[in-house]
């Protein structure tokens, strides 16, 4: 059974720091990559960034250069998205999607293979 799992949302202050991670299960996670989401209310879903498990490469938005980090451990499975400087604009509830192959930007969201359930962020000003 496949398996997509966010945690590590919360409740935080401006300027405070998050770790969000993603466990994978049920699928070659080696040969995927694993994108991180946001959804803000009333917003459509906004890609954060991304990470290639094959080769490592790591992309983002541009909002969140040079304050968020992701990473990936793979002998468990998870990738991990840190959270810097975050600001009021940040919150919204994060999803975890994973897609074989390189990182790529799909319009229509079931282009991606695996979707989590999500995870809330609030930043509060």
């Known amino acids: 059974e496949v398996q997509v799992v966010e945690s590590g949302g919360g409740l935080v202050q401006a300027g405070g720091s998050l770790r969000l991670s993603c466990a994978a299960s049920?699928?070659?996670?080696?040969?995927?990559?694993i994108h991180w989401f946001r959804q803000a209310p009333g917003k459509g879903r906004e890609g954060v960034s991304c990470i290639s498990v094959p080769d490592g490469s790591t992309y983002y938005a541009d909002s969140v250069k040079g304050r968020f980090a992701i990473s990936s451990d793979n002998a468990k499975k998870t990738v991990y998205l840190q959270m810097n400087s975050l600001k009021s604009e940040d919150t919204a509830v994060y999803y975890c999607?994973?897609?074989?192959?390189?990182?790529?930007?799909?319009?229509?969201?079931?282009?991606?293979?695996?979707w989590g359930q999500g995870t809330q962020v609030t930043v509060s000003s």
């Open positions: 049920g699928f070659t996670f080696d040969d995927y990559a």
């Open positions: 999607a994973a897609e074989v192959g390189p990182c790529r930007y799909h319009v229509e969201l079931d282009e991606y293979d695996y």
